[in-house]
């Protein structure tokens, strides 16, 4: 099973900046595609942003994909969520998720890490 090892939460003030990161040391890790949820008190979990494994696709939702950055750094095996101009609304516990769809002989693989809480307060 693949560990995910997510960090960077944090509380900061209307406007500022958090790196959330999502690692891990298993050697599969790289081909996974990653998504960010988010889970605000009282509200279901809402996509966030996604990349392949490819590096060649990327998505965010619509109300950050203006402040949000996803990357991935495969030398350290670690996805990035650079999340700048911050507002109370990106208040929520955040998750990171990795998928691979099935292979020639491997099943398809999901996996969720912890949840990592990020606070902008006004």
């Known amino acids: 099973q693949v560990q995910l090892v997510v960090s960077g939460g944090g509380s900061v003030q209307a406007g500022g900046s958090l790196r959330l990161s999502c690692g891990s040391s298993?050697?599969?890790?790289?081909?996974?595609?990653i998504k960010w949820f988010r889970q605000a008190p009282g509200e279901e979990r809402e996509f966030v942003a996604f990349i392949g494994y490819s590096f060649t696709s990327a998505y965010y939702e619509d109300s950050v994909k203006d402040r949000f950055t996803i990357s991935r750094d495969n030398a350290g095996n670690t996805v990035y969520l650079q999340m700048n101009n911050l507002r109370p609304e990106d208040t929520a516990v955040y998750y990171c998720n990795a998928h691979r769809d099935a292979g020639r002989i491997s099943p398809a693989r999901d996996y969720w890490g912890p949840g990592t809480q990020v606070t902008v307060s006004p």
């Open positions: 298993d050697r599969t890790f790289n081909d996974y595609d």
